[in-house]
């Protein structure tokens, strides 16, 4: 399918402290940071490019989902279900609250973790054909 929209360019996230949440994401996740002030930290990991907007304390990228369960708004995409654990392991080793590696019945595992804030992300154990196609 042919579209004028080829990707996603940025995501904004909600954080207390950009000074403290910019080293979290840079220690944590290897992010590399291009830009701070009092106001954000612009910062790039994942072939995207990340702003770290101060707001008010508690708020949070997640939503509730029909049953209220807090849902993440986006998903982490590695090469394999080693790559999966191997992260999974190196997140716990950094003292970052993970979930469990599950199976949720489709192709692939997955696991959640949370940032200093309470920003939920997910991660899944399999690429998106076109971005795997863009590596091979």
Do not use: C
């Not at 940025?10 to 106001?39: H, M």
């Amino acid at each position: 399918m042919n579209t004028i929209i080829h990707r996603v360019g940025t995501i904004y996230l909600p954080v207390e402290n950009p000074d403290l949440a910019s080293n979290w994401y840079q220690e944590k996740l290897g992010a590399v940071e291009n830009f701070r002030n009092e106001d954000k930290a612009i910062l790039d990991f994942a072939n995207q490019s990340f702003f770290l907007v101060k707001s008010k304390k508690g708020e949070k990228a997640a939503f509730q989902d029909e049953k209220g369960k807090e849902h993440f708004y986006l998903t982490f995409e590695v090469d394999g279900i080693e790559e999966l654990k191997k992260l999974h392991s190196v997140l716990k080793e950094k003292v970052v609250t993970v979930g469990d590696i599950e199976d949720r019945g489709h192709p692939g595992n997955n696991f959640i973790f949370f940032d200093m804030d309470g920003n939920k992300f997910d991660v899944w154990s399999e690429l998106s054909p076109s971005f795997k196609e863009i590596l091979d």
